[in-house]
């Protein structure tokens, strides 16, 4: 942005100046080349100092006024004070003035010294004219060169010191990113861990407190079924301390990336595991439980891949458990056209009231999962008056290599 008031250097530059010349004036150090007396040097060198007042203000008008200066200055009596302060209104008009000045201010100052020369030339008829064109040059092209010289590293330096912070302000919205995704995919970890299992302890509490004295078999088993889920959950919640601890509870840590007993992460293989204390769990609630694995063997799964289609398989159990009428849930895998398919049906009847409470975050979590894996995921009822829920979760196989 443009000065509008003079800087302080600059007052200190002219008053320099001036002091200088005034000097040389005193001591009569001037090149006389008119019967004039040397005093008249003097308004050159008031119109000059001046110029340097402006010089940052005010490039333009510094610059027509030192000209006018040096050139009754040439006439009135040459004084070097006035002839170096010109270089200086020169040189500050190309370091601190628009850039469309600074870069017409070139051609200009080449203009300038061929014509001097020429016309010197022109007058004397000597080759001694050329001095005139060299001395132009000194005073107008190289304070330019000079002062656009300072004015590129000057830019440059800002453009770096630009691109410093830009890259420093990416990195910090990166960093911020990193940490809300790991927060993210910590807190889908942590709700698939811990709802399956509280969500068994809540609605097995609750038959233990309604069964009648006189039933002590119904109470042992809600009873075994609490202290499994609770067994199952401090498991689990180890499990994840310790990865945060070892590894920083990243993605890679999460799918099994990590070397030793804490990284170990839920399989595919360990589906009937869980749906046996599923059914343990659902058995007083009248639900029952199958796995339909239609996959071939022997492939391999990609590790996010299968932690993903483990804990969708899981969160839609525990809904199962909360919210399901009684009858059978079938939990399907299939693969095809590059893809793994997870397809969790169970009896649906709206208005239930739930068995357990819910945040109603596990749908949200299962979602998120899909995404994160460029997959597909619909929850809702099968058909129209089906009377099933299903949960259908299309999840890309890729490389495994690269998906792991």
Same mark, same amino acid.
């Not at 002091?19 to 080349?33: C, K, R, S, T, Y």
């Not at 003097?42 to 007042?53: D, F, N, R």
């Not at 009231?353 to 979602?367: E, F, I, K, N, S």
């Given at each position: ?11 200190? @530059? ?24 040397? +005093? ?20 333009r008008t510094a610059l027509g006024i030192g000209f006018a200066a040096l050139i009754a200055d040439q006439?009135?009596? +040459?004084?070097?004070?006035? @002839? ?46 050329? @001095? ?70 809540? @609605? ?28 199952? !959950? ?46 343990? +769990?659902?058995?007083?609630? !009248?639900?029952?439980f199958s796995l339909d694995d239609r996959r071939p063997n022997g492939r391999p799964l990609p590790a ?101």
């Open positions: 942005m443009a000065r509008t008031r003079p800087h302080r250097h600059d007052f200190a @530059i002219a008053a320099a100046g001036l002091v200088g010349g005034l000097a040389l004036w005193a001591f009569d150090i001037i090149n006389e080349q008119t019967g004039l007396p040397t +005093s008249w040097t003097l308004l050159p060198l008031g119109a000059m100092t001046a110029a340097e007042v402006m010089r940052r203000a005010a490039p006439f009135l009596g +040459s004084n070097v004070a006035t @002839i170096v302060m010109f270089t200086d209104v020169v040189y500050a008009a190309t370091l601190y003035g628009p850039i469309k000045l600074a870069r017409r201010l070139a051609p200009a100052s080449v203009i300038v010294t061929v014509v001097a020369t020429v016309v010197t030339l022109g007058v004397v008829r000597s080759p001694k004219g050329l @001095i005139v064109g060299v001395f132009a040059g000194l005073v107008t092209l190289t304070p330019w060169w000079t002062g656009w010289v300072v004015r590129s590293h000057r830019d440059a330096a800002a453009a770096e010191r630009l691109r410093a912070e830009q890259i420093a302000l990416l990195a910090e919205m990166d960093r911020r990113a990193a940490v809300e995704q790991e927060r993210a995919r910590m807190a889908r970890e942590l709700h698939d861990v811990v709802a399956n299992h509280l969500s068994a302890i809540a @609605i097995h509490s609750t038959a233990a407190m309604s069964v009648a004295a006189g039933d002590p078999d119904a109470t042992a088993r809600a009873l075994g079924v609490i202290r499994e889920s609770s067994v199952q !959950g401090l498991a689990e919640m180890r499990r994840l301390i310790g990865l945060l601890r070892t590894s920083g509870g990243g993605e890679a840590a999460f799918a099994g990336d990590t070397d030793g007993p804490a990284a170990a992460v839920p399989r595919l293989d360990a589906l009937d595991g869980l749906l046996a204390r599923a059914s343990r +769990s659902g058995a007083d609630s !009248g639900l029952r996010p891949v299968e932690l993903a289609a483990y804990r969708i398989v899981q969160e839609s159990l525990t809904n199962c458990l909360k919210h399901a009428a009684p009858g059978q849930v079938t939990v399907r895998l299939t693969e095809g056209g590059g893809d793994l398919v997870v397809v969790v049906e169970s009896p649906y009847a709206p208005g239930p009231v739930p068995r357990a409470p819910g945040a109603g975050a596990g749908l949200a979590g299962m979602r998120e999962r899909v995404t994160l894996l460029r997959g597909a995921f619909e929850a809702g009822p099968a058909r129209l008056d089906s009377g099933a829920w299903q949960v259908h979760a299309r999840l890309p196989l890729g490389d495994p290599e690269e998906t792991a």
